[in-house]
């Protein structure tokens, strides 16, 4: 393999050729994986940094759509001191709607304490059902909010919300879902990327949840951070289509788009 | 808690009001969650649908940057018996590089065959180095490479690709380590969010990895799936910012998105 400079430590070099500020640091890091069956998952108590930014939970239920959360921790992860916790009825594993995969929460609500942020993603229908139903999810979720600073949520968490009475007069949710989300909870539903009513946010769907973090990074921090993590993440977004907006979508199209979503969800 | 219909039964009604077209079906799987300690993570096996559709192998790595394939997996995951695994060196749980979470690999490199897609997500400094260093990731891609229709990447994934050997002439990556790119791999650096050269199609940093899923998958499909898909996703961005663009940034918030990066990761 090449590097660009002979005379340095070879991992040094890339650390800093691949244009980061921590070139020089850690090189240690980058190599002798241990050989333990989880190796990957180093334990995250090593990695605790102080903190003294936001303190951030990120509730998981069984069948929650894997951009909800994700999108947001990306973008929140990156704010000074953040302290970001995946947080579930137990801890471990849980798994999306589809079954591709699991994300790890690494704390039961019982473990959690007071929080400034609490972000509930949505799910496909039978996991936000199950999610409005749950006992736990929903005194863990009237506890937190209590305490925190903001609510928020993404896609049908914000009728998770509304299931725990913490819905104020406007809010958004999935596209399909907002007559459910007028007609059950009696709030108005506003067709924006994120509505901010009180200290509640909630996110239209899915990818919506990235546009309404950055926002809370600005309400968290300062908009100058909040930009410079938009580039850190280079959230510059060009897709290759314009077919992401309800409103100006086709009944062919917006039918194919809820067939190809249940078909895909367990 | 209200229904909007008292004379059906109140989870199948909950689910028809929700939107999708998965009324009146497992109506039974709203309730009764199992009291193991990893219930959420409902064994994949039992979800297994018969596919046909696009077999895609996405890469995890200790270090990597949640949204890279995250944000992938959430559009793929849409297409039609769309199989899609995560695989890594070994099963379990893969930690991300903020350590704030890990998203869990259902198979290992030795127990994944013939994939139609390889996606390689990218990492902070440590993470891609490591990376890039590693022969059993290397080795993996290669082997797949010589069966996929196609070959991809998300942001510092590319480097990945590269040290693979995998790169072809044109290609892009995280916008802070473009020379690194050209210089390493003397492949050309191109300005997009996504580059398709050969079956290689490497993405922009983090974030980009959505724009070229669903340029993706209007290749595995067509494009109206594809555009179907953004709307399931609801993928409509507006950013409450602009500033997601390095080209157009001034050095201080590249300095500073940088000094985030750093700060943030383990």
Redesign the interface.
Known sequence: ????DTDTDP?TT??A???????GA?AA???G?PAA??????R?SE??RPGRGPRIGVV???GF???DP??P??VL????G?E???V?????????D?????????RSFAETGRLDVVLVPGA???G???A???PAILRFLRRAHRRTRFTTSV??GS?VLG?AGLLGTRATT???????LQ??FGVTYVPE?YVHDGKVITA?????G??MS??LA?LLTD????????????????????????AE?DPE??E???????????
């Open positions: 393999m090449t590097h660009t991992t890339r650390r050729g691949l244009g980061g500020a921590a070139a850690d890091l980058a190599t994986l069956a989880h190796a990957a998952d180093t995250r990695a605790r998981l239920y069984d759509s894997l951009l994700t999108g921790v990306e992860s990156r704010l000074p953040a970001i916790t995946m579930a009825e137990r801890r471990g594993p849980v798994r999306t589809t079954g591709h995969t699991a994300v790890v929460a690494d496909g229908n039978r936000t059902v199950a409005m139903e749950n896609c049908t009728l299931a999935y596209w399909a879902s907002k007559d459910y007609t059950t990327r239209a769907g899915v990818s919506a990235v546009d950055l926002y600005a908009e100058l951070t909040a930009r410079a993590v938009q580039l850190a993440v280079e959230y510059d977004p060009r897709p290759p289509y314009d077919s992401g907006n309800a979508a199209l917006k194919l788009a809820l067939r190809l979503l249940e078909k895909s969800q367990r």
